[in-house]
Antibody
C-alpha cells in the first residue's frame, strides 16, 4: 500500500537549517508530482511547495521562497525539503503529499520547531 | 491567489443526522479541460488530512457513500447524509486550479 514517511524535523534556532525527507513506497514514485504542506500548531493547512514528477518544475509559496527548496531523488524514492533561514513562524508539522492536482495521500508529518 | 471561504466554521451534529458544509472560491475553479479542480479533505484528531472528494463530486477510493460533494464554478457543498462518530474532525476545502493551491479555514465537526 502507499506509504509516505517524513523525517528530519526537530528543534532549531532562528536562522538555522534543516532538511526534511519523505520516503515513498507502494507506488511508482516518478509518476507523480509531490507537495509539501505545513500546519502550525492549532492552525489550518498552508501549502509550501510542489515538484513535478520529472523534478524539473518546482514552485514555492511566497512565504518560503528563497529560503526553502523542494527536490526529489527518484533513485531513492525520496522527496526533500531544504529549510534555511528558519523563523519562529515556520514552526509547524510538515506533511508530504502524493499527487499533483489532488493530494491523494499524506504522510504522518514531521514537527519543526524554531525557537531560541 | 484564490481565496477559499468555508461556512460554518464549526458544527455540532447528532449521530444519524445530516450535516452540510459550504465552500466558496473567489474565482471559478473550472479548468479549460472541463474538470473542476476542487477537493474536500477530512483531518481527524491527531491524523494527517485524507482526501474525501475530488473534482467537486467524486468520492475517493474507500470513502463511505454517506459523503457526497456537489457544486460548480465558485460554490461547493459537502454533505454527510447520516453523521457517525468517526466523522469528527476538521473538514477543509482546497483548490488546485492555480498556484498556490489554497485551503479553506476548516470546519470543525463534533458530535452532540
Amino acid at each position: 500500500q502507499v506509504q509516505l514517511v517524513e523525517s528530519g524535523g526537530g528543534v532549531v534556532q532562528p536562522g538555522g537549517s534543516l532538511r526534511l525527507s519523505c520516503a515513498a513506497s507502494g507506488f511508482t514514485f516518478n509518476a507523480y508530482g509531490m507537495h509539501w504542506v505545513r500546519q502550525a500548531p492549532g492552525k489550518g493547512l498552508e501549502w509550501v511547495a510542489v515538484i513535478s514528477k520529472e523534478g524539473d518544475k518546482k514552485y514555492h509559496a511566497d512565504s518560503v521562497k528563497g529560503r526553502f527548496t523542494i527536490s526529489r531523488d527518484t533513485s531513492k524514492n525520496t522527496l526533500y525539503l531544504q529549510l534555511n533561514s528558519l523563523r519562529p513562524e515556520d514552526t509547524a508539522v510538515y506533511y508530504c503529499a502524493k499527487g499533483l492536482r489532488h493530494l491523494e495521500k499524506w504522510g504522518q508529518g514531521t514537527l519543526v520547531t524554531v525557537s531560541s | 491567489e484564490i481565496v477559499m471561504t468555508q461556512t460554518p466554521l464549526s458544527l455540532s451534529v447528532t449521530p444519524g443526522q445530516p450535516a452540510s458544509i459550504s465552500c466558496k472560491s473567489s474565482q471559478s475553479l473550472l479548468h479549460s479541460d472541463g474538470d473542476t479542480y476542487f477537493y474536500w479533505y477530512l483531518q481527524r484528531p491527531g491524523q494527517p488530512p485524507q482526501l474525501l472528494i475530488f473534482e467537486a463530486s467524486n468520492r475517493f477510493s474507500g470513502v463511505p457513500d454517506r459523503f457526497s460533494g456537489s457544486g460548480s464554478g465558485t460554490d461547493f457543498t459537502l454533505k454527510i447524509s447520516r453523521v457517525e462518530a468517526e466523522d469528527v474532525g476538521v473538514y477543509y476545502c482546497m483548490q488546485s486550479l492555480q498556484l498556490p493551491p489554497t485551503f479553506g479555514q476548516g470546519t470543525k465537526v463534533e458530535i452532540k
